[in-house]
């Protein structure tokens, strides 16, 4: 039996119909959604570059295909599966330029960008909080400035966290000689002492506080300390042959 004129060309727009629905069905089957989020005021520059060929994206590498040129936060974007790499930077050099590598597979993926203030910026940060810093210590106690130099400020993680030295100034008789170590925290604006000043600060004590934070106030310099004996110092020997030797 023969088929009409109509008959075949409804057939034939039956059957590319189908192909080109597996077609469709096989683009999308080699594609997958990708989702960046980042604060626009930190990063002024995201990248995603095509990726070595890797499933693990701590081992991907960049190569010098670009597949999107700038991506833009909150924007889905539909891209062949594979492994990809993503650069954002701030022209500003106040946040730290972020890579990571990044897998497309079965799932669609999320992905939010922390970012990091750079180690010049958060020194210039210091540098503006000091006076500020000293004021929050020796407002939680009015002795301290008679008896401590408050040193080695520094301002953390994203300008919410310091910490400082409180250097022993006190009579050679005083058996309280130690450094102690102030953590604070900025909220509202206004720096506040998150916990109480002491020579180690453990999580346990300052639980609120980033371990990173408390790391950091536990290894001020130690030559911000005064020494255990008076008249004597780390780096000059005592002489042989003294009288104090006899």
């Given at each position: 039996?023969?088929?009409?004129?109509?008959?075949l060309?409804?057939?034939?727009?039956?059957?590319s119909?189908?192909?080109?629905?597996?077609?469709?069905?096989?683009?999308?089957?080699?594609?997958?959604?990708?989702?960046?989020?980042?604060?626009?005021?930190?990063?002024?520059?995201?990248?995603?570059?095509?990726?070595?060929?890797?499933?693990?994206?701590?081992?991907?590498?960049?190569?010098r295909?670009?597949a999107?040129?700038?991506?833009?936060?909150?924007?889905?974007?539909?891209?062949?599966?594979?492994?990809?790499?993503?650069?954002?930077?701030?022209?500003?050099?106040?946040?730290?330029t972020?890579?990571?590598?990044?897998?497309?597979?079965?799932?669609?993926?999320?992905?939010s960008?922390?970012?990091?203030?750079?180690?010049?910026?958060?020194?210039?940060?210091?540098?503006?909080?000091?006076?500020?810093?000293?004021?929050a210590?020796?407002?939680?106690?009015?002795?301290?400035?008679?008896?401590?130099?408050?040193?080695?400020?520094?301002?953390?993680?994203?300008?919410?966290?310091?910490?400082?030295?409180?250097?022993?100034?006190?009579?050679?008789t005083?058996?309280?000689?130690?450094?102690?170590?102030?953590?604070?925290?900025?909220?509202?604006?206004?720096?506040?002492?998150?916990?109480?000043?002491?020579?180690?600060?453990?999580k346990?004590?300052?639980?609120?506080?980033?371990?990173?934070?408390?790391?950091?106030?536990?290894?001020?310099?130690?030559?911000?300390?005064?020494?255990?004996?008076?008249?004597?110092?780390?780096?000059?020997?005592?002489?042989?042959?003294?009288?104090?030797?006899?």
């Amino acid at each position: 039996m023969e088929l009409s004129r109509k008959q075949l060309i409804t057939l034939a727009v039956i059957c590319s119909g189908f192909i080109i629905l597996l077609i469709i069905l096989a683009i999308l089957n080699a594609h997958q959604h990708i989702t960046v989020s980042y604060d626009t005021s930190k990063y002024t520059s995201v990248t995603l570059y095509k990726g070595t060929d890797s499933k693990d994206e701590k081992t991907i590498a960049p190569t010098r295909t670009i597949a999107q040129q700038s991506v833009e936060s909150g924007k889905d974007y539909f891209l062949p599966k594979g492994s990809y790499y993503l650069i954002a930077k701030s022209d500003n050099n106040t946040v730290s330029t972020r890579r990571q590598g990044v897998v497309l597979d079965s799932e669609k993926k999320s992905i939010s960008l922390p970012y990091d203030y750079t180690q010049a910026y958060l020194k210039q940060l210091t540098n503006k909080e000091q006076s500020a810093i000293d004021q929050a210590i020796t407002q939680s106690n009015s002795t301290i400035t008679s008896l401590y130099t408050i040193k080695s400020h520094a301002v953390l993680e994203k300008g919410n966290w310091a910490v400082a030295a409180l250097a022993f100034k006190g009579s050679g008789t005083d058996l309280n000689r130690d450094t102690l170590k102030a953590v604070l925290q900025k909220k509202d604006e206004k720096w506040h002492i998150a916990c109480s000043l002491k020579i180690s600060i453990s999580k346990y004590e300052c639980d609120n506080a980033p371990q990173s934070v408390l790391d950091a106030a536990n290894m001020i310099d130690i030559t911000t300390q005064q020494p255990l004996m008076p008249n004597y110092t780390i780096d000059q020997p005592r002489q042989r042959g003294s009288s104090a030797d006899v």
